[in-house]
């Protein structure tokens, strides 16, 4: 079976940083897309970034492109999400999911693919 856990959340002031991880276990094939998505109470799931595993070359959705990076660790199976000058309207449920799909550009972020998720942590920005 195929496993995504996050770990990293917490709580932090206004224009801080917090960085997530998610560990990737399972997968029988040699590469899969992985995303992190964010869901605040009362809102729809949101694309936050996302990539192919066998490329560099990472999506991010709009009210995130230049705070947040995601890069990944082929060897260790980890992808990490380094979210920095964090915001108040940040504040949400993270989640880690993939699919083994081929995923490029807007299609990174389309959670209709996505077949596997992890738990979720929760990501709080309050003064």
């Known amino acids: 079976q195929v496993q995504l856990v996050e770990s990293g959340g917490g709580s932090v002031q206004p224009g801080g940083s917090l960085r997530l991880s998610c560990s990737v276990s399972?997968?029988?094939?040699?590469?899969?897309?992985v995303a992190w998505f964010r869901q605040a109470p009362g809102q729809e799931r949101e694309g936050v970034a996302g990539l192919f595993t066998a490329y560099n070359d990472v999506y991010y959705g709009d009210a995130v492109k230049g705070r947040f990076t995601m890069s990944q660790d082929n060897a260790k199976n980890m992808v990490y999400l380094q979210m920095n000058s964090l915001k108040p309207e940040d504040t949400a449920v993270y989640y880690c999911a993939s699919h083994v799909q081929f995923c490029k550009g807007p299609t990174s972020l389309g959670r209709e693919y996505f077949t596997y998720w992890g738990q979720g942590t929760q990501v709080t920005v309050s003064s």
């Open positions: 399972g997968y029988s094939t040699s590469s899969w897309c």
